[in-house]
């Protein structure tokens, strides 16, 4: 595994080449939304980063968040996966991880401001209250298919509807809760012309922010914030999307990795309605990562190749689950708000199991897709 330092120096567009890291420079992806001027495509990207075994270790040790591992076969291959919370199949049990929000202030060279601690545009509550209120951390009754999976968190009904095989039969109270959940004071990044502008947006102005540049400032608040390796690292800030090397390349709405040390964290963006082409606004960025942080934290669980789908043209062959639906979403009604979760797909679709062994034998959490991946490239062996 390669350090941090090294992948920095490299670039990030060279690490966009490989299959089982970013998003490749190129792909499809869906529809651009033009505001005055600026073309942004919604889009998502890992960082691998850390090591799996060695996190392992510390998760037994108890100074990392709870690891399992497993695997699945595909012909004469073995996939080797690691996991937040405990394995199914190992019984109930209820793993909660503690969340560290970090709201992130972004203050730009020609001096606009984009602060998630202040009521968002249009609203009466401020980005990172809503966040809090979500279904990503607050309990809803969720019943993907028509199948009662539980009444608790986004993500974990999504991993309870994951492996429904096992937990409806032998493990019924298997959870992965996110909490408990403190908030940081917020925490202001400037922003130099050379790494970030601004533009119009819908409703409030949009921020765009060299990812390289975002992410050495979230690593050195997590050693300067003191948080623990035990909990998860969220940061979250408003209407301001990353990009990497020039805007042009712009809008990646969060990210997942972990650092030297094994610790794994997040970025979303909570934006405005109307930014994108699709119903990607207020927690969709966050509901992605963290579904993605779940099952994939290192950014270097292994699939057959897949792609040709969501916001893939090329072939990835990593265990991201929110890539293949980016921009499919559903609406959640908590606390008098409408919020706009992703979709997220299940192990079976990338381990090619027929049937799939998640909830009604589904492939995705809203059964977007009805088969499991194709090869990729088409026709491929």
Not at 10 to 15: A, H, N, R, S
Not at 276 to 284: E, L, R, S
Not at 315 to 322: P, R
């Amino acid at each position: 595994m390669e350090r941090r330092s090294t992948r920095y120096l490299i670039g990030f567009l060279l690490v966009c080449l490989t299959l089982s890291s970013f998003v490749a420079i190129g792909q499809s992806r869906p529809a651009a939304q033009t505001f005055q001027g600026l073309k942004g495509k919604p889009m998502f990207v890992v960082i691998p980063g850390g090591n799996a075994d060695d996190a392992m270790s510390q998760a037994f040790a108890a100074v990392n968040v709870p690891l399992w591992s497993s695997t699945f076969k595909v012909g004469t291959t073995t996939f080797k996966f690691t996991m937040v919370g405990t394995n199914p199949a190992a019984g109930s049990a209820t793993t909660s991880i503690p969340v560290v929000i970090v709201p992130i202030r972004l203050k730009f060279a020609n001096g606009t401001v984009l602060s998630p601690v202040a009521n968002a545009c249009g609203d009466t509550q401020t980005p990172v209250a809503r966040t809090m209120n979500s279904p990503i951390f607050k309990n809803m009754t969720f019943k993907p298919g028509g199948t009662n999976v539980g009444t608790t968190q986004y993500i974990d009904a999504f991993q309870r509807a994951n492996f429904w095989h096992t937990v409806s039969v032998s493990a019924p109270n298997y959870h992965v809760l996110l909490g408990p959940v403190t908030v940081k004071a917020v925490q202001t990044i400037t922003v130099p012309a050379a790494s970030g502008q601004t533009a119009a947006g819908p409703c409030a102005k949009i921020g765009e922010v060299n990812i390289n540049f975002f992410d050495s400032k979230a690593q050195g608040l997590i050693t300067s914030l003191a948080i623990p390796a035990t909990s998860l690292p969220l940061f979250v800030d408003y209407n301001s999307f990353l990009f990497s090397g020039t805007p042009s390349n712009c809008c990646i709405l969060g990210y997942h990795s972990a650092n030297n040390a094994n610790h794994t964290y997040a970025f979303a963006a909570y934006s405005d309605p109307g930014i994108f082409g699709v119903p990607i606004q207020d927690i969709h960025a966050l509901s992605h990562e963290i579904g993605e942080w779940l099952d994939d934290p290192f950014g270097n669980n292994l699939t057959p190749p897949w792609g040709h789908v969501g916001q893939v043209s090329g072939c990835q062959n990593n265990l991201e689950v929110g890539d293949p639906v980016t921009g499919k979403a559903f609406t959640a009604i908590l606390n008098g708000f409408t919020y706009h979760p992703e979709d997220l797909v299940f192990l079976s679709w990338f381990a090619l199991q027929k049937p799939s062994t998640a909830v009604n034998g589904q492939y995705t959490f809203l059964k977007t897709f009805t088969v499991v991946a194709a090869k990729c490239p088409p026709g491929g062996p």
